[in-house]
């Protein structure tokens, strides 16, 4: 369908799951968390613009580490940052999260092509690759922040959107222009679903952590960490 590309630019945890569901009822084929579009070389991320020209929106941690050179490459373009009271989204990315810095950290997998790179966003999202809930908290606070700060210094329309505390198809569709579907707004990763995709995840990772490759020692580690960095802009 032809009609203005739409990026979600909020951190995991603030309702990405439901923009996204949200944004195929209404029409756009939207990838959450389009892994697949960033690019991990010498040690440094970048985003695909090409690729993530196969979709009409996307959405998750990806599109937030790159909201500027997407909004620059989508002049276009509508910007939806999906927020969280922020410890609601500290207590979630603790608890209903898997990190997989709590389980490679030291382990040879983590040099794996596809470990590698998760691990680089998860660096530069977040300033971690576990969870610290004070360098999360003021990871939230920047981002929060420079997102509003650079749209209002561009002068254009930024969609601040609160799903977990009730925003839904009304905003949403105001900003898109759209009209608004008869059906409820969706609120996904919720409940037993998300439980298990928890389970799951930590199983998957735990197994992997097993597997029969070297071991690093600390300052190996912390090698890879600084040579893999993300420059500030």
Known sequence: MQQERIFGIGLSKTGTT????????????????PFSAL??????????????????????????????????QFPNAKF????????????SCEHNHVWPGDYVR?????LWPHISKILSLHRNVYGSEKFHRDVFRRAYEKHRASVVEYFRHKGRE??????????????????????VPDVPFPVENVGKLKRLKKISRRASWRLLSWLPTPTLN???????IASRAYSER
């Open 106 to 110: 030291n382990k040879g997998i983590r």
């Open 18 to 33: 439901s923009l996204t569901r949200a944004l195929q009822i209404l029409g756009y084929e939207t990838n959450h968390f």
């Open 158 to 179: 930024l969609l601040v959107m609160d799903i977990c505390a009730g925003h839904g198809w009304q905003e949403l569709c105001t900003f898109l222009d759209v009209p």
């Open 80 to 91: 939806v940052l999906t927020v969280r009271d922020i410890e609601s989204w500290l207590n």
């Open 39 to 72: 690019r991990h070389q010498a040690g440094e991320l970048d985003m695909d613009i090409e690729r993530l020209c196969r979709w009409d929106a996307a959405t998750d941690s990806p599109i937030a580490l790159f909201y500027q050179e997407i909004e620059q």
């Open 218 to 224: 600390e300052q190996r580690v912390q090698r890879i």
